[in-house]
């Protein structure tokens, strides 16, 4: 059991991690801070947290785990802001969706203290952000990357570990270079594609008619469309270089398939539409036994 939890971003997911641990009667007393005062009051109020911190730092004093839940683009500055009390034993973990950007973040900040922090990447989330959305059962039965580097305290990987394990999660280690391979295919990409569609069916002069018509086939495809801009805006530019890497593949296969149109090859479409139809009916979705730079 933890003594204290600290949690700095009293969102979705910093609160969804301090009612999960309070839940599975792993910790004593959470203090949170946020930048904005109403919602770590909010966040008390609704009992994620028990105590509101004035600061970043006195979220940390006196705190045996620490969770950063902020934007990926002020993941540095929070790493400024609670240096000081970055101490051995501690565990500090973030829940950003890129990894290298953190984990050179931590080195340029941390410096000799990186050993305490793990990187982690929760995949999970809800379409509706803010702490009045945080829930206890977030994180069960979903996956969460750790990508520790080689400085982290192997103690503190083994509890960042336990303590995902202890409220449901399914843990895998990859290096923070594949995580950031692999989220670009499976998760950004998807999210600028779904962005640029629904721009282009909306922005048309008849857009708005042709949303009156559409269906749950294309409520599926675009509802990560809604998904917070922000938070998005700072997942694309951090790691723009992966996410443009996957999206030429995508322009590639694209331009295969509106050849075969142009040239009416019906028996060439169906082929290419049946390899990626067999394709997604094999998929399950779920952990591969061995992940990508898995180790």
């Known amino acids: 059991m933890f003594n204290q939890l600290g949690i700095i971003g009293c969102g979705l997911m910093g609160g969804s991690f301090a009612l999960a641990l309070k839940r599975a009667g792993l910790v004593k007393r959470v203090i949170g801070y946020s930048k904005s005062p109403s919602t ?9 947290i028990d105590v509101a ?28 802001a609670i240096r000081h009390l970055v101490e051995p034993g501690v565990l500090f973990m973030d829940v950003g969706s890129t990894k290298r950007d953190v984990v050179d973040a931590a080195r340029r900040v941390l410096r000799e203290r990186v050993a305490s922090f793990v990187p982690a990447h929760p995949i999970a989330g809800k379409e509706q952000a803010g702490i009045q959305h945080a829930d206890a059962a977030l994180y069960n039965g979903r996956q969460v990357i750790l990508t520790p580097l080689p400085q982290t305290a192997p103690d503190l990987v083994q509890k960042a570990t336990d303590v ?7 843990v895998l280690k990859m290096t923070p ?3 950031d391979s692999a989220f670009a295919a499976v998760s950004h990409l998807p999210h600028l594609l779904a962005f640029a569609y629904f721009s282009a069916v909306v922005n048309q002069p008849a857009g708005k008619d042709f949303l009156s018509l559409a269906g749950p086939g294309f409520r599926d495809f675009t509802r990560i469309a809604a998904s917070n801009p922000e938070m998005w805006r700072d997942i694309l530019i951090a790691n723009r270089e992966e996410v443009l890497k996957q999206s030429q593949r ?3 296969t694209l331009d295969a398939l509106e ?10 479409l169906e082929d290419l539409i049946r390899g990626a139809a067999e394709g997604r009916a094999g998929w399950q979705m779920g952990a591969p036994r061995t992940p990508p730079g898995g180790r």
């Open 40 to 48: 770590t009051e909010r966040a008390k109020k609704l009992g994620v």
């Open 259 to 268: 050849h075969v149109m142009r040239g009416g090859n019906a028996d060439a």
């Open 53 to 80: 911190a004035e600061s970043a730092l006195l979220a940390v004093a006196g705190s045996d785990i620490v969770l950063l839940a902020v934007p990926v683009a002020a993941t540095e500055t929070t790493f400024k």
């Open 250 to 252: 995508f322009r590639h």
């Open 164 to 170: 995902w394990s202890a409220i449901g999660a399914q």
């Open 177 to 179: 270079e594949n995580h």
